[in-house]
């Protein structure tokens, strides 16, 4: 490509503004990258030179340009906001997935699943849909366990002490080892 298509030209309250901002060096590092991005462009190096000069892609450097070009300095500085979804659950369902995951299981069920979980939010139409995941999601956010299900603790597999508990590593409110059990267990284990 032999012309550049955005050409940066920069008003000298650019120009400072910019030096400034790489001085402080209190910005994020891509907005300080784009500073000098800017700053070279508006110098007459070419896209290649910057983007070695800078340890960055040809294409960051044409992109800067474009968006100083197309917009102003701060869209050049700065990124555009991210769309992301919209929330599945608003608070009103937050507050029924917690009440259903602490209630009693369906009949014929020991506890809530995830799915069932879901299902149900479904059917009680508090959401159109939703996946399980969104409901493990929220239930970890809340620190909300399921009935039955989630004690924080699970049994350990050793063949004569079948009635041992050990704690989750990420719960203080399991239950523990008892001392006497600790010695036959590594015994157990380790010989």
């Keep these: 490509m032999s012309g550049k298509v955005y ?10 503004y910019l030096l400034g901002l790489i001085k402080s060096g209190t910005k994020s590092a891509r907005k300080l990258n784009r500073a000098r991005i800017l700053l070279l462009a508006d110098d007459g190096k070419t896209d290649a030179e910057i983007a070695e000069a800078l340890h960055s892609g ?11 070009v197309e917009g102003n300095l701060e869209r050049a500085l700065n990124e555009d906001p991210r ?3 919209n929330r599945k659950l608003d608070e009103k369902g937050e507050s029924v997935l917690e009440q259903l995951a602490s209630s009693q299981p369906p009949d014929g069920r020991k506890r809530w699943t995830l799915q069932l979980l879901a299902d149900r939010l479904v059917s009680l139409k508090v959401v159109d849909s939703i996946s399980h995941e969104t409901v493990r999601k ?8 399921l009935e039955g299900g989630k004690s924080g603790a ?12 050990k704690t989750c590593w990420m719960c203080t409110r399991c239950p523990t080892i ?3 059990h600790k010695s036959a267990l590594m015994s157990t284990w380790f010989s």
């Design 7 to 16: 050409i940066v030209d920069l008003t000298e309250e650019e120009r400072t």
């Design 58 to 68: 040809s294409a960051t450097v044409q992109r800067i340009r474009k968006r100083f």
């Design 83 to 85: 769309p992301g979804g």
């Design 138 to 145: 929220e239930l970890k956010k809340k620190d909300v366990g």
């Design 154 to 165: 699970f049994r350990l597999l050793a063949p004569s002490l079948c009635v041992v508990w």
């Design 178 to 180: 008892r001392d006497d």
